[in-house]
Every structure is written in C-alpha cells, then in structure tokens.
C-alpha cells in the first residue's frame, strides 16, 4: 500500500469575503432553524396520519432528483454569487407570503407540501453555487476549516439558536416562525449581494455544448474518481435512513415518548450541541485516521446511536443518542463536501457538486415515505431501527475506498499534486 503524505489544513481568513459569505449562511439557517422546527409541528396540527407528515418531507427532498443535476451545471455558467442573492430574495418573499396565508388560516397540508418543494427546487441551485464559490474565496488549504467553520455556524444559529425560539415565537402566532424565516433570507440576500469577488474564470465553451453536455461531463468527472464514487453511494445510503427518521422524527418524541412540543424542542437542539461538538472535535480526528477513516467511525457511530433511539422509551437517552447522531453527522458532512472540493477540476466543481447531491440525496424521499409507513405498520420507534439497517449498509459500502489514496487534483490542470490522508 502506497504511503501518503498528511494534509495540512489552515483557518480560513475572515477577509476577503469569507466572513461576509459565514454572517449571510448563519443568518439564513436562523431562519432555517425557525422554520424547519416550527414545519413539522404545523403538520402534526392539522393531521395525525405519518404518511401525510412524511410527505411534507418527501416532497422537500424531491427537487433535488428533479433539478439537482440542472442546478449544478446552470452553477457553473453563472456568476455564483448573483445567483445566491437572487435565490435568496426569491425564498425570503415566497416564505412571506407563506406565513400571510398561515395568518389568515389558509394552511394545509398540500400547501405545506407546495413550499417545502419550490424552496428546495431554488436551494438545488443556490447550494452548488455556494459550494463552487467558496474555494474563490479561500486557499485550497483552508477549505477543511472553513467548511467546518461555515457547518457549525449553520447548526449555532439553526439549532441551537433557531429552535429553542419556536415556542415563543409560536404563542404570538403560527404564521410568526415563517415571517421571520423570510426577514433572515432577505437579510441573507443583502449579505451576499455585498460580497466584492472577481467574476468566475472559465475556459469558453465549446461550439455545440449544451446543458445535457455539461451535465454528463460531472456525472462522468464523478464516476471516474473511486474515492468520489464510493462517497457518494455511501452517502445515499445514510440519507435514505436519514429521510425515515426526519420524516417521523416529531412523531416519535410527542407521540412515543410523549414529550410534547418542549421535547420536540430539546431532541432538535441535542442534535445541534453534538454537531457542534463534530464540527469542534472533528478536526482533531482526521488528523488521526485521515478524511475517509473519518467517515467510517462516524457511520458506525451513527448506527448505535439509531439504535438507541428506536430501543428506548426515555425522553433523556433519546436526546443522548440524538446528540451522538449529530456529533458524527456533522463529521461525515465537513469531510465529504472537503473531499468533493478538493478532488473535483475547479471548472466543474459545481457539476461534480450537484451529481454528488443528486445521487445522494436520490433515496432521501423514499426514505421519508418509508419511515411513514414503517411507523403506521410496526409503531413509531420503527423508522430509527429502518435508518440503522441502511447505516450498517452505508459502512460496508465505504470498506473498499480505504484502500484508495485520496489524490488533491489541482484546480485547473487536472493533475495530482499532493497525497491526502485516507
């Protein structure tokens, strides 16, 4: 087995755009945090049937097999950051006039379903932007810290920040969460809009090229990479478990365990303390095992933690395991989308981006389907042991890229230039 150097990482630096791109991402996923809690908790209300609940996030993981291949080629045409403000004024006027219709009792469950599908329809195209615009921003070196710094400050203000404020907010009214949520995407919008960065370079393209061509050039520029490969259909995998568990997740704490709306709350935010404590700790374990080792160890981890949760009755252990779940998951995606930058040309950086997504988050809505009926067939503890068996399939599938040397491709040759940890 060949020997491989070890990677060296570095803070990315505030200047230069990155601290303005960090205050807009952690402002957006406040209003995220808001409206993600406050979503489900507006489905429970106006049914009890976990299929239509799970619907709602089937459908918010739809867009991305239908348009994610579409947004990471539109990504690489365009200026990265006028696309990220459009979209963002985009989502922040939609959520508004969501939150009008939720205020004068107009919502329902077809209508839940209709938002959650438009605004991830634009967030197919505003993540692979931002994934492709943030190497302009900072050396190829600082990508693992500022991915890490950029993931914590999303679950800080989501989770941590956002959540907890849900109650409160909801004694003002229903319709409170998302008006908030729409000032945040606005708000988010100006930031980007603000950010001073060079226009994108790109090697003109060829006669006759067309989006399909495009297209096929990441789908082919992703197959083509082992480490990439296997990433991938191990990600899918997880998102798969990931999507029954989501999907029914406030059904297990205020049905199962019976902890209320205040339960509901504090689960989410144990899942935001562990992943902060991933994006603090995580650093420290690839150090010591490499990215792709990383992975592993927070795969396996996931699964005991599913375990747990489907197996017990306690609201505590539940909130133990959903720390635990969160630590590792926020270790898997800082290594995964630091993999996926550092190994794709930078030219194609937002294709290569938006097949990883798309093939990843592919059985997300069948997952959130099949933790619905998984949770009406055999009880709501159900879909947490659904998500540990495809976990367990997810860490067999990753055993064979541990071989593989993870390769640096240089961002506009095309050629190795430095060995990386495995």
Known sequence: MAA?????????????????????????????????TALPLLAAALTDRPLLIAA????????????????????DRVDQRRAMWTVDALRGLLVAAFAVAVALGHASIGLLIALAFVLTTLQT???????????SLVDRAELGGANARLMTGQRIAGGLLGAPVVPLLLVAGA??????DAVTYLLAAALVASLRTAPPERASRPTGSTLRREIAQGLRA???????RGLCAATALCNIGVGALIATLVLLVTGRLGAGESGYVLATTAYTVGSLLGGVAGGALVARTGRVRAVLCAGIAQTCALVVLGSVNRLDAAVAALAVFGCMGMVWNVNATTLMQQRSPADLLGRVSSAFRTLCVAGAPLGALLGGAAATAWGLNSPALVAAAFFVLSVI????????????????DDRTTAHVTR
Request: with cysteine.
């Open 397 to 412: 599938s990753l055993i064979p890229v541990l071989k593989l040397d993870v390769l640096v491709v240089a961002p506009h």
């Open 222 to 228: 992703l197959w083509r990479d082992r480490a990439l």
């Open 175 to 180: 319709a409170v969460p998302f008006a908030a």
């Open 125 to 135: 195209l505003f993540d692979n932007a931002a994934t492709a615009l943030l190497p």
């Open 56 to 75: 709602v996030t089937a459908c918010g993981f739809l867009p991305w097999i239908v348009f994610g291949l579409l947004g990471g080629a539109v990504a």
């Open 4 to 36: 491989v150097e070890a990677e060296q990482t570095r803070a990315p630096a505030w200047r230069g755009g990155f601290g303005r791109l960090w205050s807009a991402s952690v402002l957006s996923s406040f209003g995220d945090g808001l409206r993600t």
